[in-house]
């Protein structure tokens, strides 16, 4: 096969550097499956990889980006026929194995997932790693009794990308959803995508006490820290609590007594490492009761430029060239609402390399 184009990261002598390259299939890490990727996300885990701000890659060189999308091109084992859509997200792409950001992957059948029926290979993308993440988080509560008549379920971080799937995959599944924002200017966004309240972060009561007035019967937490902490003491009895992310902190300072007075259930959400059966069934949920009919990917595409603080946040981050490709666009072509963008790989010359001042995901 020919050589096609890559967005490479590698450590010399310590220093991150991240740029294109021209490969071949043989060049790529190892697996059974070769996928022609036409796109992926750009997340913020990426720009962390690409810039070394973050230690994500743990070998070098390795094709930038944390998921995928395509169609097969050599089945192996994985029992799906040439042109099949699929996708990969986590997997090990961007960590140990090359990842999204080239015109072809080559991965481990297992970690090859079909793209959901009636789901183009765009939308999969546009769900992309923030989307599963919070389907993943949906389903392992409600694998642990989270049900909508339980009470309303909290969303922290709720204007980033998982939370704002998430706000509006609860919302279609009849919870109701309370967000939690630092954003004053972004609650009627947060409406339009089904928060039935909004609480702004700095003006929360976090209180001090091991247990405060139990107030959701769920949440599903971006933030850590401070905040996971106070959730831990308004989670009511038997609520479940997805840990997520760090946005604030790594940190977890608490006691067990809600744990063991209230029966809160703390659980951990991890994207990359999902059993494949796992795996599968919330990709087929993605593409069922959590999105489908619903139009979430598109909803979520729609609105004004992405705010101030995703444009500064991008450009302090993202000081390497970026991916080929354009940014996913709304119907009105306006950039995607929360930062979030599909990269997409197409033919040399059919779709041009965006400015790098544009609007990307740094989910
Ligand atoms: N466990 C997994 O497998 C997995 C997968 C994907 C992502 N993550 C993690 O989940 C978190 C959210 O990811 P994302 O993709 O939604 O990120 P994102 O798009 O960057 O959104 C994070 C949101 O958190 C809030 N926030 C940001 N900085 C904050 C701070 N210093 N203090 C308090 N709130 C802050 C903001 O929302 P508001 O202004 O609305 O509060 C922001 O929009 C990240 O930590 C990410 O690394 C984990």
């Not at 089945?75 to 699929?86: E, H, I, K």
């Not at 919870?175 to 089904?194: P, R």
């Amino acid at each position: 096969m020919d050589e096609f184009r890559a967005y490479r990261i590698d450590n010399v002598d310590g220093e991150i550097s991240a740029g294109f390259a021209r490969l071949t299939i043989d060049d790529l890490t190892a697996g059974n499956v070769v996928i022609r990727v036409t796109h992926s996300t750009i997340n913020y885990k990426d720009a962390l990889a690409a810039t070394g701000a973050g230690k994500i890659l743990r070998r070098y060189p390795l094709n930038g980006g944390i998921d995928l999308a395509g169609e097969v091109v050599t089945p192996g084992d994985a029992g799906l026929p040439p042109g099949t859509p699929v996708l990969v997200n986590g997997c090990g792409l961007s960590e140990t194995a090359d990842g999204g950001y080239a015109e072809y992957a080559r991965v481990d059948s297992k970690c090859v997932v079909p793209v959901p029926e009636g789901m183009t290979v765009q939308q999969a993308m546009q769900i992309g790693t923030a989307g599963y993440t919070a389907a993943l988080a949906i389903h392992r509560m409600e694998q642990n009794g989270q049900r909508p008549e339980n009470g309303a379920v909290v969303v922290t971080g709720a204007t980033g990308g998982v939370g704002s799937i998430a706000v509006d995959m609860l919302d279609g599944r009849g919870y109701e959803v309370v967000a939690v924002t630092g954003k004053t200017s972004e609650t009627g966004y947060l409406n339009s995508i089904g928060a039935s309240r909004v609480l702004l972060r700095d003006q929360l009561d976090l209180g001090e006490r091991p247990m405060e007035k139990a107030e959701w019967a769920g949440a599903i937490d971006n933030l850590g820290g401070d905040y996971l902490a106070w959730l831990t003491r308004t989670v009511s009895y038997g609520g479940n609590i997805a840990s997520i992310g760090l946005a604030a902190s790594p940190a977890l300072n608490t006691t067990v007594l809600p744990f063991i007075l209230r029966a809160v259930c703390l659980l951990g959400i991890n994207s990359v490492d999902t059993p494949r059966d796992l795996r599968l069934a919330v990709w087929s949920r993605i593409g069922g009761d959590l999105i489908s009919g619903r139009g979430t990917w598109t909803r979520l595409l729609i609105g004004p430029s992405p705010s101030m603080s995703c444009r500064k946040r991008f450009r302090r981050t993202w000081t390497v060239p970026l991916p080929a490709g354009r940014l996913s666009r709304s119907p009105d072509g306006t950039p995607s609402r929360n930062c979030r963008a599909a990269a997409q790989f197409g033919k040399r010359g059919s779709r041009g390399l965006e400015s790098p001042s544009a609007d990307f995901n740094v989910n």
